[in-house]
């Protein structure tokens, strides 16, 4: 009996062996079949009449000519030569060897630059965007590049609020709260108001030793990602008074993001404030310059708040005079007798820079120089803290308009290169990163070189319509390239069109955020720490341990 069964089992055995034989060897012939392209990864795109590398058959090359026009998928010429690859390789090799000399030195200054919603996709595609696929963002010449995780406590795909926690104030925490711990759950005002959930940022711990602190940013000044730096609440969407009253709560219980800006333990130390949002800190009474009415009905006017707060500090210490600007000439003709600067450049978000009228608006690069001159006015023995946020990159995302955010990408990069060309490698530690990413995508196998924001020049789909290199996974962009006969013909579209949104697999509203790793670049002293890979909560404690300030361990304590 038992043998029967053995010899039972053994018959089992060879017939499963001998399926997955023929079917292994079904597969293989079907990979090897001339007619059959491998669908992992397709070269029909380079076999096109013309093409130099061609080995197909006229039959085939008619088949797929008639697809798309014919493109030549070439190198550039000193391209073709081992030598330039090789060179580019030992440089990049000189460039890491560098790396052996850690600079271990006290950051007596430090500047956060976080590009909302800048994904390593995007970083691709602003390349081509400039021109080239080779060509280096400002930042990415840095030497010391990590990846952080970015889900927040209660959520995969992170906001911008409990990303603001964790990147400023170093806890991660629930999605749309901002400087409280996860136990605070959004929209909790209860919870807010008990101070043992709140978290304060890495601007305070550099106030606590002295340090002057500022911020800089082009969305409005009390947005999610700014707030991280000065508030603690558990909703983002509370700017201002009524916004908590439409919530069902007292703002005098839960102060508004606003107030905690110009009352707050933080805010009303900060020497630098630069960004839009007026319409969040005067009544709904009255307008703004450009005529238009502000948001909030407690009838108070923040800017003559913070106007009166600070020129009684000037009064009663001394030091140096408060100015209040609102648009880019008044920026720029801000004195160095200045100590503390307020500047509100538009009642809602500043506008995109491609939209931006240049007289009026100042750019992010102007808006970091002035703050660095403030900062460095008042700064001279213990140093700055200076947060950066490319706000607008984000934005560009989440219409489907990726030309916005490759351009606002852009604008971030120049200001990184002021701020790293102002300042020392020595003493002044810069780190670049992202909130969180986004559902853009660069797909297909365009030629080297092909406009970023035109259709993909190498193959249609199976529909026999072109597609677009850039598309997302949802969005604004879906039924917008849609007909009744299926996907819109994009060879009849203008995609450089100001307001076209990019095709998305998913209908919404807005496009949604990504869940993906984002990338951290660091220069400066104890720039080595930010390699790796790690939890997004660890970048201000890096920083403080670089800069000798905050709770936790520090570079001076260990020397």
């Known amino acids: 009996m038992v043998f029967g069964r053995v010899v039972l089992a053994w018959l089992l055995l060879v017939q499963v062996l001998t399926t997955v034989e023929v079917t292994a060897g079904a597969a293989s012939n079907a990979w090897e079949d001339e007619d059959s392209d491998h669908w992992m990864h397709p070269q029909s795109f380079l076999f096109r009449e013309g093409n130099p590398s061609t080995t197909m058959t006229k039959t085939r090359q008619k088949r797929f000519s008639a697809k798309m026009p014919e493109v030549r998928f070439q190198p550039v010429d000193i391209e073709r030569h081992p030598d330039y690859w090789n060179n580019v390789a030992q440089t990049i090799l000189g460039r890491q060897l560098d790396k052996n000399q850690l600079n271990t030195k006290v950051a007596?200054?430090?500047?956060?630059?976080?590009?909302?919603?800048?994904?390593?996709?995007?970083?691709?595609?602003?390349?081509?965007?400039?021109?080239?696929?080779?060509?280096?963002?400002?930042?990415?010449?840095?030497?010391?590049?990590?990846?952080?995780?970015t889900y927040c406590t209660n959520v995969q795909v992170a906001d911008s609020a409990c990303t603001a926690t964790a990147v400023l104030a170093g806890v991660k925490a629930n999605y749309g709260t901002i400087g409280l711990s996860a136990a605070a759950a959004l929209g909790d005002c209860y919870a807010q108001n008990n101070t043992d959930n709140h978290v304060q940022s890495i601007a305070k711990w550099a106030q606590d030793y002295g340090m002057a602190t500022g911020f800089v940013t082009n969305t409005q000044v009390t947005n999610a990602s700014p707030a991280g730096v000065y508030a603690n609440t558990a909703n983002r969407n509370w700017e201002n008074d009524d916004n908590v009253r439409q919530s069902g709560f007292d703002p005098s219980v839960c102060p508004d993001i606003a107030t905690q800006l110009v009352h707050g333990d933080v805010g009303r130390h900060l020497k630098v404030i630069l960004g839009g949002g007026r319409r969040q800190f005067y009544p709904n009474t009255s307008t703004d310059s450009e005529g238009v009415p502000g948001r909030r009905t407690d009838g108070m006017d923040l800017i003559k708040h913070w106007l009166h707060h600070k020129r009684s500090h000037q009064q009663n210490h001394g030091g140096g005079r408060a100015s209040y600007v609102q648009n880019r000439d008044q920026l720029l003709e801000v004195d160095e007798d200045t100590e503390y600067l307020l500047g509100l450049f538009h009642a809602n978000h500043v506008p995109f820079h491609m939209d931006a009228d240049a007289k009026v608006i100042p750019t992010l690069e102007e808006m970091v120089g002035k703050a660095m001159d403030v900062l460095e006015r008042d700064s001279h023995h213990r140093g700055y803290f200076l947060f950066v946020e490319g706000g607008r990159i984000d934005h560009g995302h989440h219409t489907s308009q990726p030309a916005k955010a490759f351009d606002e990408t852009v604008e971030f990069a120049k200001a990184i290169d002021l701020a790293r060309r102002r300042t020392s490698l020595e003493d002044t530690l810069i780190v670049v990163t992202s909130d969180h990413s986004h559902t853009m995508t660069m797909s297909g196998y365009s030629s080297r070189g092909n406009d970023i924001l035109g259709i993909n020049d190498s193959q249609q789909g199976l529909d026999s319509l072109p597609y677009a290199t850039i598309s997302y996974a949802n969005g604004p962009g879906y039924e917008r390239n849609l007909d009744r006969d299926g996907r819109r013909n994009l060879n009849q579209v203008d995609m450089h069109q100001e307001d076209y949104k990019f095709p998305s697999t998913v209908p919404l509203g807005l496009e949604t955020h990504g869940g993906d790793d984002v990338a951290v670049f660091a220069s400066g002293p104890w720039a080595h720490l930010f390699s790796g890979t790690y939890e997004q909560n660890f970048i201000p404690h890096g920083m403080a341990y670089a800069a000798c300030i905050g709770f936790g361990r520090t570079a001076c304590g260990d020397q």
Do not use: H
Not at 123 to 149: H, I, M, N, Q
């Open 108 to 149: 007596k200054n430090v500047i956060l630059f976080m590009g909302d919603g800048l994904s390593i996709p995007t970083l691709a595609a602003t390349r081509v965007f400039l021109g080239d696929e080779s060509t280096e963002l400002s930042f990415e010449k840095f030497p010391y590049v990590g990846l952080s995780k």
